[in-house]
């Protein structure tokens, strides 16, 4: 029997163990229910194992600490299952928690905030490369304990021994293209190239929309800032997108393209069905007991879809916003 009969049925059954222990759709409509930080606390003790150390008076910042331990936990877990090649995707998929200490550090730095324990939890127990990141001062400390040439590249093109002026909006977005064009090019098959580029063509959508509608940007800036990468979504029709003049137009463009049922006039319910739709894309792989790394990618991502659902919900509860809106965007 080859090794591989055994070892995709064994991570993907240890996946879905993992995954079972996890909120439910009722528990996050439960959680949403709160009018109080400390009751939406006690249903993250209650409802998730892996959350049941949570302090009764934990803040976001706490939630979110146990939440990326918890990713840790899984990561630490499923990388003991994986041959050398899925080893290799699975280091480059797990490097976007590496670009969002560097990116988190950067914002310490620009907040002029003492220190960041979210940047902590992950070089303690991942990047320990980055170690120090969680306390910079200065962009030259970022720089010298940021050793990987492909980050440190971006970052001297930007900091420029300029303290104050730096564009971390561009920053961002250079990172952010970096890890997504390298993710997809490593993908090796079919189905992980799917949900790869479906992603990528939903946040050149999303970037198209917003930097027309709320930042004002020129169609060449507009260029420059997307991800050179087309899936189902045609360069001719990002074209046309960041050609039109409005949000009607660009409504036109996208009723014609692979998307045409995710097409709305409103940025939020567009947002919400890109949200919807990624979720069957990752469930559906998730179930398939096919390639082990396709099984993984669909599980974090599922993971950090339902971490984003819990932060927005204990915000909304901790500044007392209306939950209408935000029923929408759960994923229940």
């Known amino acids: 029997m080859p090794i591989s009969a055994i070892k995709y049925p064994s991570i993907n059954a240890k996946l879905k163990g993992m995954y079972a222990k996890r909120l439910k759709s ?5 959680l949403c229910k709160q009018n109080n930080l400390k009751s939406a606390v006690a249903i993250l003790k209650n409802k998730n194992t892996n959350l049941k150390t949570i302090d009764e008076n934990a803040d976001r910042e706490q939630i979110e600490k ?24 699975f280091d480059i998929l797990i490097s976007k928690y590496e670009i969002k200490c560097i990116k988190n550090s ?9 220190f960041d324990e979210n940047i902590k939890v992950w070089t303690e127990n991942i990047f320990d490369n980055l170690k120090g990141l969680e306390s910079v001062k200065t962009t030259d400390e ?3 304990i940021v050793d990987k040439v492909k980050y440190k590249k971006i970052l001297k093109k930007y900091f420029n021994n300029d303290e104050e002026n730096f564009n971390i909006f561009d920053i961002d977005n250079e990172l952010d293209k970096l890890y997504l064009k390298n993710l ?3 993908a090796g098959n079919k189905k992980l190239e799917k949900m ?32 050179d990468i087309n899936y189902f979504l045609k360069k001719s029709e990002i074209t046309s997108l960041i050609k039109a003049q409005n949000l009607n137009e660009m409504n036109e463009v996208l009723k014609n393209t692979e998307y045409s049922k995710l097409a709305s006039d409103d940025i939020y319910d ?5 949200k919807k739709y990624l979720q069957k894309l990752y469930i559906k792989n998730f179930k398939s007991n096919l390639l082990s790394i396709n099984c993984v990618y ?16 204990i915000e909304a509860v901790r500044y007392g916003i209306d939950k209408t809106r935000l029923l929408k965007k759960l994923l229940v």
């Open 184 to 186: 997809y090019n490593s």
């Open 66 to 89: 146990l939440l990326n331990l918890e990713i840790i936990y899984n990561i630490e877990k499923i990388v003991k299952y994986l041959d050398k090649n899925d080893k290799r995707i």
């Open 106 to 114: 950067i914002k310490l730095v620009y907040s002029q905030n003492d």
């Open 142 to 144: 970022i720089l010298k």
């Open 26 to 30: 009722d528990d996050i409509l439960d």
């Open 298 to 313: 669909a599980y974090l991502n599922l993971v950090e879809l339902e971490n984003n659902d819990i932060i927005s919900i």
């Open 196 to 227: 790869i580029g479906t992603k990528i063509d939903f946040i050149n959508i999303l970037w198209i929309y917003r930097m027309k509608q709320y930042y004002k940007f020129p169609e060449e800036k507009i260029k420059e800032s997307i991800i």
């Open 270 to 274: 567009l947002e919400c069905k890109t």
